[in-house]
């Protein structure tokens, strides 16, 4: 597979690199799920950040055909098969930031994420950390959820009322963002959290799959308005078998009385 030559060129390049001291990698290859379609993603922590040509250095690995910065912040290549990559290049003091992770991603694939580690500190990060996985079921996690997909449904049905149906379009994305969360915890489907969409037909049960297809509309009008609802009705499923708080469930109750 061409991604794992171009993970070992990394690795190798980096390795005779003296400004090169740590890398990290993460994405679906330090999980091991890494297929022919998949990203390579890494952060560089470099002795002297602002000296590396990161379009050059990018190109160590194959013929790029764009390199940008994307909105993220994220350096991106493109390579001339259509491999995508992402590169972060950071000064080896900033290598604290992968602490600030911490309970927000795993890293129970730890050892496949230090590619590089010259001065063990990487190492010495990550062994530091001690939410290794962090408890997706949670009822703090639950009512960041529920708030979460409360916020969009308010959000959208205002697009949606003031006929602003692009942009309700759009809106949509969060409701089913935050909705596969709170079905993945619904149905104890963790895997591919930091990506709810992933492998979703695989992961959750046929039923809340089928419930998911409803609130993904087309651009057509009433197509828009009859997933909205279906939004309203399927979060309100969620917040009962979830047992969320009365307050997140009225404020529910009055979007369905305003926008349906």
């Not at 935050?178 to 993945?184: A, E, G, H, N, Q």
């Not at 009225?250 to 009385?257: G, H, M, Q």
Request: glycine share 4%; aromatic share 12%.
């Amino acid at each position: 597979m061409r991604q794992l030559t171009m993970i070992n060129q990394v690795k190798e390049l980096s390795s005779l690199d003296s400004n090169v001291r740590a890398v990290f990698m993460y994405g679906s290859f330090s999980k091991g799920e890494g297929d022919k379609h998949s990203d390579i993603e890494f952060y560089f922590f470099l002795t002297d950040a602002n000296s590396i040509d990161e379009k050059n250095w990018a190109a160590q690995i194959g013929e790029v055909i764009l390199f940008f910065k994307n909105e993220f912040g994220t350096k991106v290549a493109i390579y001339d098969d259509l491999i995508r990559a992402e590169f972060h290049f950071l000064d080896v003091k900033d290598i604290t930031i992968i602490k600030q992770w911490e309970g927000l991603i795993s890293f129970e694939n730890k050892e496949k994420m230090i590619h590089v580690d010259k001065d063990g500190l990487l190492k010495e990060i990550l062994d530091s950390i001690s939410i290794i996985s962090p408890i997706r079921n949670s009822r703090e996690s639950i009512v960041w959820l529920s708030q979460s997909l409360v916020n969009s449904l308010v959000y959208t049905g205002h697009l949606i009322a003031r006929n602003e149906w692009a942009h309700a379009h759009m809106s949509f994305s969060y409701i089913q963002k935050y909705t596969l969360w709170l079905m993945r915890v619904e149905a104890s489907a963790f895997t591919h959290w930091e990506s709810p969409s992933k492998s979703a037909e695989k992961d959750i049960p046929k039923a809340l799959y089928q419930k998911y297809e409803k609130i993904c509309p087309s651009l057509n009008q009433r197509e828009l308005i009859e997933s909205f609802r279906s939004s309203v009705e399927i979060a309100n499923e969620l917040f009962f078998g979830l047992r969320v708080s009365q307050n997140i469930i009225s404020t529910l109750e009055r979007i369905r009385k305003v926008h349906i």
